[in-house]
């Protein structure tokens, strides 16, 4: 029979989880606030590691609220839904604060939230089975499981109508559900994206076959004026939604949309920022900085389609867009034609080669990287053109925070930083930083170098720089090297980086170690847990 623990929640930890001790042990839990006394289930042991749920509340805070969504204790999405949105507030920019405090300087301005509810513009549901039905749904994020669902606080009515139409259609059909253990079924994912009254949706399947798409199409068509429908087909097992392998099915091949009077059109695999109203907001406070920039040219690295880009012409700058994609390279021409946008150039191309390409005088670099962030060597190139500003879009405080890092050896401090809530009632924030370059002004001193009085010691310059030579960087094969010398076995990156995570350490300096994070998987022992703090502190890391 599982146990139960009357607990104390006293914090959060990065994953705003509630953290309390039992028996000695810290543990954490879903869906609790700090300060509020809780029942809590245990649910299963991972290599002596304990799972809880939250089984009653017995002492509430003052935070809490009262949840409008019938799946959020199983479906993990919105974990904040249980807390007011001013606490919510207060938490993400704590967040920024503490993930960005070994930033000299830095200074958070308070999150800005626009929308608490119905504002996200894409769903990826999963298919699964549910009383001989086929249903569609979101995965548990423990047993990775699908849970059916109907409705969604985050979206609007159109959530509904879709859901229904593809439950029915898959249901009539009779088209297996794929099976992610045994490889077999057909029917993985279906990913839609409603923008103004148009749906796009792709289906997506293990093996190409006749998805009998007549009457879906047909509903669909009933409820919105352009249907745009795809399949696309994916055999891998792995965590990854689309392959490069799309089908056009039905209806117009993309989707049109207008953001800041930017007029666009969308293929599935094209990013849009998800919460178009926040997207809008970040998008007009970029231009109003780039306006009052003195730089002649902006640099847009991984410019997508081209609306930042666009956006940044329209505020009277000639813009250079940076594109690894060549399909998106030629919708961002297309589109700054339709817009009759002139002064927008697009180079095919990473960032790091096409960089090399450009007359980057007099320019200002707009950088919005996917949640790996730049990495050392792209903030190195851009820093060697020496732009007096550079404006960072981040949807990952802790690569963001490394990259700054790296700016900031190169001379650049931060100016500005405000988080943006893209993703209310869930833990993630999307963060704009403004940096500046360090103004370098110079003073000349006459010194007298020996070892009499009022000369400079050589001898004790020597010593002095021995003492400040930076210590060698510590990597995760030092550690794996000594856990193995003294404890006598092997022990994963990923494991080092989940230890390193729940103490409060950044981890992505470690990249196979994330990938490993981001998938089901098993935990380290309390044995291992042991050896990798033993070792972190053997090399002063903590």
Known sequence: MNKTIKADVDGYNTEFFGTFKSFGKDGSVKRVIPGERAELLSVMRINGKELWELKKVIRKSPARQEVICPYFLRCGGCSLLHIQIEEQKRLKTEYVKRALSKIKGVSINPIITLNTEKCRNKVHFAFTYDDDRVRVGFFDEFTHGVIPVKKCPMHNEWFEYLAESLEAWATKTAIPVYEPKSGRGILRFAVARFIGDSLQLTIVINKNVDLHIEELSKSLSTQFSHVSLYSNVNPMKNSVVFTKNFHHLFGDEKIYGNICGIEFSLFPSDFLQVNTEVAEKIYRDICDKIKESDAETVIDAYSGIGITGMLFSMAGKKVV???????????????????????YEVIVGDFADAIKKIDADKALFFVDPPRQGLG?????????????????????????????????????HVSSVTPYDMFPNTKHVE??????????????????FGEGEGQISLKQIKERAEERKPKKKVTYKDIQNYIEENYGFKVHTAYIAEVKRDLGLPMYDAPNAVQELKRPRSHPTAEMVEAIKDALKHFGII
């Open 321 to 343: 867009s940076i594109e690894i994609a060549e399909s998106s390279a030629e919708d961002a021409r297309l589109t700054a034609k339709n817009n009759g946008i002139e002064n």
């Open 376 to 412: 050392r060597e792209v903030c190195d190139a851009m820093s060697a053109f020496h732009p007096n500003t550079i404006i960072y879009l981040s949807c990952n405080v802790q690569s963001l925070a490394q990259d700054l890092r790296y700016f900031a050896k190169n001379d650049y």
């Open 431 to 448: 963060t704009l930083v403004v940096l500046s370059k360090k103004s370098v002004s110079h003073i000349n001193i006459d010194v007298e």
